[in-house]
């Protein structure tokens, strides 16, 4: 929602500078999620629920402890639990928070052919415009973490916003707040960073190796970022992206395909214009006519 | 507690053992995670589930549900074994060296004095053997035959390893592995913390686990420590005030006791309770009964307790038999007890036996339900279909449900787990006609009050003489009831020591219990909380979180009670000159003329330590009991019984002796033995549990709650699921011999068969929030439990009951 005092550094599918007259730049911030602080409580999606005024339906147990099962236009946030037998024969309950990865370079925001409807602030938070959101699903197919989802009410799409609206006026995300055990913590991506390596030097030392940090540079790096326990086998966790990056067919719309894409269009436009000058308006002709008459008696059949 | 939940982040081992931190206290098990990531402890789990707790441990044991005494047997017999365990502490500090009566016994499973056609036993040779000087005689070479260490070192050599797995179905390398991280803290520089909380309660063994618990910590020298302690976990906001406030049928406020029939004289009554010291100059704080009691009466009864009338003690019930919640349902059965009020308590949803409570209340007259939501023990007699298929024509009770505020509509304190009262505020209005617990008390009285008076009665003195001195006699105020259980003085109070200067004025609030009287010149309508609300004001109400030690000794931040004392028994976190066993963590300590540091200390603080004064104050011997003598009816030392309904039908460690297959003393009412199901039948152990995303029967009347955990589940281990053939998300029917209830089958690697006796055994979760009220609907899950509860306390059982598990 565009209530915003940050300053957006792009937006989608335009050109329009982007603001530059405000300083100093703020930092990037990061939500760093600690799946080994993580007790799977849901008290973030709560939080979530309540600060964003959402309310999924009260749905069913589909087997698991995961609810609402998947995230939708209600849900920005869910509790994803992987149970996995380790090598050693023991049991691990890996739970990760999923949402939106607030990515350096979202491919949703790509994607997006709405001007300004999904854009990035200087932070590195990236929001949903929504009054712009046309309901394609391009953002859909953008983004390589599988977040946004689009409303059956008002065919928009929507994700976490990281709390923009709270972190513009210096409050950390609403599940920040709520996390009893400090799983999930907000700061400066740097100083998120460091922490992050205390809790990953700690895991070591009980004997996860491979412990560390996932801020994936498929995606130029993520302003949510975990840490996990075992950072080299993300897809444990419910499925995290190994090495996620944005879809060879957004890249190259977005990249080659587009100015391409947009020549051809315009090509295509000055041909017909030429035409229309040169030869005039296309009439319709009685055999145009019959045509259609018999194409519509075939459809009512 | 007797720590409390910040001093947690001090540990460097934690177990967590019946109970799920993680899952039912998350906002508490921050310190836990604070412990792990800056102090680098170790967490240990021991439960049937792979919990959520389990999920950020170190080590988890899986463990087969009741038999906790076993396992913590089998740790205190490895760190006897080993002899891991703090040498000057348990000298000390415990009855380690007391000698036992010779008339003591434990043979074929059976303390000495069990009469089995009572089922109870006679508890005279459970005691210390006395000297000449009439004090307990000790030998303090330790070797004495029936010396408490020796006596117990016998006891729990039959807890071995091999034992333990095959009862416990704990694999042995895990087992020792917790032994050896818990043996860690035997050394005075390091400290482990046990929480439990429902997972040691609700067994018919239930106060013998959390004595066992004790125990190894006591060997451990981990009581009175900071990171230390036995750290019960209060689930239900304000149950642990409930508890203080004596809140049962056989209390009174601050943990005083009712008479019994039998204690028809007041000194008599009083002599039973105040002890004489069984060892030479100790505090034996319980000397002082009768000035909390006579305070209590005078809170009470005001001018109309005196002297003459024993201060009131002839208006107090004398209990004929005993009036816990189990008997007082078999007594509604019966067509013995034909009123109910019920308040802010929903028991057809909270006790055994569904089928039984809609009987019982059937039965009754009347019943009156006070609560801020409409439970469903007020609609008992509503058919909702499977969930609840009653027939209303056939009930006669006739309900009236008086809606009240809940918590965050009125002021109060709140006593969390570590024993802090910390005053609140109202956040809103009530909605609709809701009205204050106080004002429907207050309410109800008057009325009472002028039924008696208008009409007489057999007895009306108890109930004209109350003292009702409140601003607003319809509604006695948070403020007032407060000042009024922390107490003041009614007269003058002159200094003991110097009788010409009055430290205390009437009417002035008193400073702390010290100065409570047994002549009816003080009030206090619970002892324990005196000091609560001073003349300085109400200090539950401060939050002041400065620690100026930074060890979370946050003195300034609410009340805790006793005396605003954080860590219980803390002169033993001292050696025996008063120097702390660990300096990084200090308490307190000895300056050569008093004791002071960084929590109020629990001693005399102007005793020198050379005069041996046990830091065990409310114990007339000084110290730690290993041996409880007569405190519980079940045995002075614990003793693994299999739970009521057993997966064996024997206990391994007697399996040749019927009578004690199960805790010999527990009660169980006829019709309720006859409601047991045999592992025939029921082949599976069931343990009810609660989750994160709920708060009892309550939250699934809030949407969000239900939107995050939205249908009723069962948790089938992924062996026992394809054994049935059932697959997570399909619907199953769970079946006790007392009833069944249908949920979802959530499918886990997170359980896994227990090998017991060299059988496999599965274990079945059953999550108790749904129920027929709410947003989201379901069977209550004490459809399947059955009526016995623990012998001391009566808590029921119902972490261990027998199913069986179908495709519905």
New interface residues.
């Given amino acids: 929602m565009a209530l915003q005092s940050l300053d957006i550094i792009r937006r989608s599918a335009t050109k329009t500078p982007s603001p530059a007259a405000r300083g100093p730049v703020p930092a990037e911030v990061a939500k760093l999620i600690d799946t ?8 973030c ?2 939080a979530c ?2 600060w964003n005024d959402l ?11 995961n ?2 099962t998947d995230l939708t236009a209600q849900s920005w946030t869910v509790m994803r639990f992987a ?1 996995y ?1 380790n090598p050693q024969g ?6 990760r928070k999923d949402g939106c990865m607030h990515c350096a370079d979202p491919g949703c925001l790509k994607a997006c052919p709405a001007p300004g409807a999904i854009v990035q602030y200087a932070n590195g938070i990236v929001d949903f415009h929504e009054e712009h959101c046309i309901g394609c699903g391009y953002c859909i197919a953008g983004c390589p973490f599988n977040i946004p989802r689009i409303s059956r009410r008002d065919h928009k799409a929507y994700k976490c916003t990281l709390c923009s609206d709270r972190v513009a006026v210096g409050l950390e995300p609403a599940c920040v707040k709520a996390c ?4 999930i913590t907000f700061g400066t991506k740097e100083r998120m960073k460091v922490d992050a390596e ?2 990953i030097a ?1 895991l070591k ?2 004997g996860f190796e491979q412990a560390g940090l996932y801020d994936p540079i498929g995606v130029g790096g993520t302003h949510v970022m975990y840490v996990l326990h075992h950072a080299d086998q993300p897809g444990l966790y419910s499925g995290l992206a190994l090495n996620p990056h944005i879809s060879r067919t957004v890249r190259l719309w977005k990249g080659v395909v587009k100015p391409l894409a947009l020549g051809a269009l315009a090509l295509a436009a000055l041909v017909g214009f030429f035409n229309y000058i040169v030869a005039g308006p296309k009439e319709v002709g009685p055999e145009d006519e019959e045509a259609a008459r018999k194409e519509q008696e075939k459809a009512h059949g | 507690m007797t720590n409390h939940w910040v001093d947690i982040k001090n540990t460097d081992v934690v177990l967590i053992m019946g109970g799920n931190a993680a899952e039912a206290h998350p906002c508490g098990f921050k310190w836990v995670t604070e412990a792990k990531a800056h102090h680098r402890a170790k967490l240990i789990v021991v439960d049937p589930r792979y919990t959520r707790s389990a999920s950020v441990a170190d080590l988890y044991v899986p463990i087969r549900a009741g038999t906790d005494i076993a396992f913590l047997g089998g740790v205190i017999n490895y760190l006897l074994a080993n002899d891991a365990i703090q040498h000057e502490y348990v000298v000390n500090y415990t009855d380690f060296t007391f000698i036992v009566r010779e008339d003591f016994s434990f043979q074929d499973g059976l303390y000495s004095g069990y009469d089995p056609a009572k089922g109870r036993y006679d508890k005279t040779s459970w005691d210390y053997e006395r000297g000449k000087d009439g004090f307990v005689a000790t030998d303090p070479t330790l070797k004495h035959p029936r010396c408490v260490y020796n006596l117990m070192k016998q006891h729990y050599a039959r807890y071995t390893p091999e034992l333990v797995e095959r009862t416990c179905g704990s694999p042995r390398e895990k087992f020792l592995e917790a032994c050896k991280l818990l043996a860690s803290t035997a050394t005075p520089t390091r400290a482990a913390t046990i929480m439990y909380a429902l997972g040691w309660t609700q067994h018919s063994i239930g106060s013998q686990m959390i004595r066992t618990g004790a125990m190894v910590q006591l060997l451990l020298g981990n009581i009175g420590v900071s990171g230390g302690g036995m750290n019960a976990l209060r689930g239900h906001s304000n149950i642990q005030g409930l508890t203080d406030l004596g809140l049962m049928a056989n209390l009174l406020p601050g943990y005083l006791t009712l008479p019994n029939e039998a204690e028809q004289g007041y000194e008599d009554y009083i002599a039973a309770r105040a002890p004489k010291p069984l060892r030479p100059n100790q505090l034996n704080y319980w000397q002082n009964y009768n000035k909390f009691f006579v305070s209590l009466m005078k809170a009470w009864w005001g001018d109309a307790a005196t002297k003459e009338n024993n201060w009131g003690y002839d208006y107090l019930p004398k209990l004929d038999k005993p009036y816990d919640m189990l008997a007082a349902y078999e007594l509604m059965l019966n067509g013995k007890m034909n009123g109910y009020v019920c308040q802010g308590f929903n028991p057809l949803a909270s006790a055994p036996n569904k089928a039984k409570m809609t009987a019982a209340f059937s039965k009754l007259k009347f019943m009156i339900v006070m609560d801020p939501l409409a439970t469903e023990t007020s609609e008992f007699w509503q058919n909702h279909g499977e969930f609840n298929d009653v027939d209303p024509e056939k009930i006669e009770t006739e309900v009236i449900r008086l809606p009240t505020t809940c918590f965050a509509e009125e002021d109060g304190a709140l006593v969390n787990s570590g024993r802090w009262l910390q005053w609140h505020w109202k956040g809103a209005d009530p909605p609709g006609e809701a009205r204050t617990d106080l004002e429907i008390m207050s309410d109800l009285y008057l009325k009472l009050r002028s039924l008696y008076q208008a009409e007489g009665g057999a007895y009306p003195d108890p109930v004209l003489k109350l003292a009702w001195p409140y601003a607003h006699s319809g509604e006695a105020s948070a403020e007032e009831l407060a000042r009024e259980y922390s107490g003041r003085a009614l007269e003058d109070l002159s200094d003991p020591k110097d009788p010409t200067k009055v430290i205390r004025k009437a009417g002035e609030q008193l400073a702390g219990f010290g100065e409570l009287r047994d002549d009816g010149t003080t009030l206090s309508g619970c002892w324990i909380y005196c000091g609560a609300w001073t003349q300085a004001g109400n200090l539950m109400a401060r939050r002041d979180n400065s620690d100026p030690t930074g060890i979370g000794q946050t003195l300034n931040w609410a009340w805790a009670w006793p005396a605003n004392r954080r860590v219980m028994y803390n002169r033993a976190s001292c050696d025996p000159a008063g120097r702390p066993y660990n300096p990084a963590l200090k308490l307190i300590a000895w300056n050569g003329k008093s004791w002071g540091g960084a929590d109020v200390p629990d001693y005399k603080v102007d005793e020198d330590p050379s005069e041996n004064m046990g830091p065990f104050i409310m114990n007339p011997e000084g110290v730690a009991r290993f041996f409880s003598r007569g405190g519980l009816v079940d045995g002075p030392f614990p003793e693994h019984y299999e739970p009521f309904e057993s997966p064996l039908g024997y206990n391994p460690l007697h399996p040749n002796d019927s009578r004690a297959v199960q805790n010999p003393a527990a009660r169980i009412y006829p019709d309720d033995r006859k409601a047991l199901g045999k592992a025939e039948a029921f082949p599976c152990v069931a343990t009810t549990y609660r989750l994160t995303e709920h708060f009892h029967f309550w939250t699934k009347h809030a949407l969000l709650n239900a939107i995050v955990q939205p249908q009723q589940f069962v948790e089938l281990g992924e062996v026992h699921a394809k054994e049935l053939g059932v697959k997570a998300g399909e619907m199953v029917k769970v079946s006790s011999n007392r009833g069944s209830i249908k949920a979802v089958a959530v499918v886990t690697k997170r359980i896994r068969p227990l090998t017991i006796e060299g059988k496999p055994v599965h274990t079945v979760g059953v999550p108790i929030h749904w129920g027929f009220t709410g947003l989201t609907k379901g069977y209550l899950a004490n459809t399947l439990t059955p009526v016995v509860g623990d012998a001391n306390v009566q808590t029921p059982e119902y972490k261990c009951f027998l199913v069986k598990v179908e495709r519905a």
């Fill in positions: 080994s602080k993580c007790i799977g409580c849901k008290a999606q709560v629920m309540e309310r999924d339906q009260v749905g069913t147990c589909d087997g698991t402890y609810n609402p149970e037998e023991d049991l691990e309950w890996l739970i009893p055990t400090g799983a205390e809790r700690d030392s009980r």
